[in-house]
Structures are given as C-alpha cells and as structure tokens.
C-alpha cells in the first residue's frame, strides 16, 4: 500500500521561505503524477502544481508561477514543494497528493496526511 | 485556466435519502480518447482529502456503490442513492484535463 508522508508543521515570518517534503513508500514513484494542493482555512483546495519524476519537469499553477518550486529526489522518493517569498496569507494545510495511473494527472488516489503552516510576523 | 462551478453550496441531507452534486466546467473535459477528465473527492471534516470517482463516472478501490458520477463535457454530476451519516464532509469535483488543474468551490453535505 503506498503512503505518502509529509514534514511537520512549520512557522514562518513573511517574506521567509519554506520547503515542505512528502516521501513516498509502497509503490512506485518515477512515473506517477505528483501533485501539491494547497487548503487555506476554511476554505477549499487549490492545485498549486505537480510534477512526474521521470519526465523532469513540472507544471505551476499561475496563481505561484515565480513563487513555488516542487522536485524529487528519485534516491528516497522524496518530492519537494518550495515556496519562497511568503505572505501571511499562505498560511493553510498543504498536501501532496499521487495519482492513481503511470504518467496521468488524474485521480489521486494516495494523500499525504497535510502540513499546516503559518505566516505571521 | 478551466473554471469549475459547483452547486449547491450546502446540501442538508437525511440518512436513507438521496443527494445530488453538481459541477461545471467552463470548458469541455471531453479529451480526443473518449475520456472526461473530471474527478470527485470528499474531505472528511480533519481529515485528507480522498478519491471517490475519476474518469467522469469510475469508482475509485473501495468506493461504496452508493456514490455513482455522470455527465459528460461540461455538465457532472455526484449522486448518492442512500446517503449515511459517514458521508458527511465537503465534496470536489477537479478537472485533470489540462494544467493547471482547478477544483471547484465544494459542497459541504451535512447530515440531518
């Protein structure tokens, strides 16, 4: 059964930066869709971006185009989503998420457990 | 960017009764295989999101078959025959045609 594991709760000043990892174990990892999806209290999710490890290259959400990086390292299955440059409003829960076919975005099947965050000065 | 439109917003519902969810696409989700590109996820309340359908009208594993996805290009819709108490949580539909990928807005069902 594939698990996906986040970091832990961070707090953050504004205008710091954060890296937030997710490892995957149980399955697979190069070829699915990992995705990164951000839930600002009280509020719903939004697809900040989400990348396949063994194409290389990821997709952003316009909404953090400058802002959000998101990698992997193939050696521990371990995804990466770095947001730089934070505002108080970036606080919320952030998780990743993996998709349920090889090379597709679709259907997330796999979570992480979410990362909650908070920016304030 | 593809915009996805749900209703209702809030959905009271009784145990044994049916529920209705839907969702619109501002763009069809229709791709050239024959495949809409629209999930559904429920978020229990403190809890991660999970998969309840994709492809429009597939059942992710271990999905009750009281939750069943129609529709096709623009117009989805979420049923659920016989609604019970631990259904209770906000409801998504997501489209995965195209990056960036957008969710709509949710559909908090509570149970009477």
């Known amino acids: 059964q594939v698990q996906l594991v986040q970091s832990g709760a961070e707090v953050k000043k504004p205008g710091s930066s954060l890296k937030v990892s997710c490892k995957a174990s149980g399955g697979t990892f190069l070829n699915y869709h990992i995705a990164w999806v951000r839930q600002v209290p009280g509020q719903g999710l939004e697809w900040m971006g989400g990348i396949i490890p063994v194409l290389r290259s990821a997709h952003y959400a316009q909404t953090f185009q400058g802002r959000v990086i998101i990698t992997t390292d193939e050696s521990t299955a371990t995804s990466y989503m770095e947001l730089k440059n934070l505002r108080v409003e970036d606080t919320g829960v952030y998780y990743c998420?993996?998709?349920?076919?090889?090379?597709?975005?679709?259907?997330?099947?796999?979570w992480g457990q979410g990362t909650m965050v908070t920016v304030s000065s | 960017e593809i915009v996805m439109t749900q209703s209702p917003l809030s959905l009271p519902v009784t145990p044994g009764e049916p529920a209705s969810i839907s969702c619109n696409s501002s763009?069809?989700?229709?791709?050239?295989?024959?495949?809409?590109?629209l999930d559904w996820y429920l978020q229990k309340p403190g809890q991660s999101p999970q998969l309840l359908i994709y492809l429009g009208s597939d059942r992710a594993s271990g999905v009750p078959d009281r939750f069943s996805g129609s529709g096709s290009g623009t117009d989805f819709t979420l049923k659920i025959s016989r609604v019970e108490a631990e259904d209770a949580g906000v409801y998504y539909c997501?489209?995965?045609?195209?990056?960036?990928?957008?969710f709509g807005g949710g559909t908090k069902v509570q149970i009477k």
């Open positions: 763009q069809s989700l229709l791709h050239g295989n024959g495949y809409n590109y």
């Open positions: 998420a993996r998709a349920g076919e090889p090379k597709r975005l679709d259907a997330f099947d796999f």
């Open positions: 997501m489209q995965a045609l195209q990056p960036p990928l957008t």
